[in-house]
């Protein structure tokens, strides 16, 4: 490969690399600006409360319009595992990158 061609690589990468990093900062504010939301749904999923509501679903208790997803066993736990998931995988990723690897 000659100079050209390098250079022409190398800013190929470096133009991908940069939107990837602009696209990530994106993403971890988005991330970070819904922990409480996180929080409070854990909360939630794990209160009283959640099975109260969950079980007047389940009697027809409830308006027939009205959006109840939080209510979806499966819809809440794997929104909540998947977060966790994210952690562990930005955990990984970090531990990777200071290790030099």
């Known amino acids: 490969m000659d100079r050209t061609e390098r250079i022409r690589e190398m800013e190929g990468l470096m133009d991908r690399a940069s939107a990837?990093?602009?696209d990530?900062?994106?993403a971890l504010a988005?991330?970070?600006a819904v922990r409480g939301s996180v929080e409070a749904l854990e909360r939630y999923y794990a209160?009283?409360?959640w099975m109260e509501d969950f079980e007047?679903?389940?009697a027809g208790e409830l308006p027939g319009d009205l959006k109840r997803g939080v209510l979806?066993?499966?819809g809440l736990f794997e929104l909540l595992d998947e977060d966790k998931q994210?952690?562990?995988r930005m955990l990984k990723l970090c531990a990777r990158y200071l290790?030099?690897?």
């Open 30 to 32: 988005d991330f970070e």
């Open 47 to 49: 209160s009283d409360e």
């Open 20 to 22: 990837a990093v602009k």
């Open 72 to 74: 979806s066993e499966d």
């Open 99 to 101: 290790s030099g690897q």
């Open 86 to 88: 994210l952690f562990v």
């Open 56 to 58: 007047a679903d389940e």
């Open 24 to 26: 990530m900062d994106r």
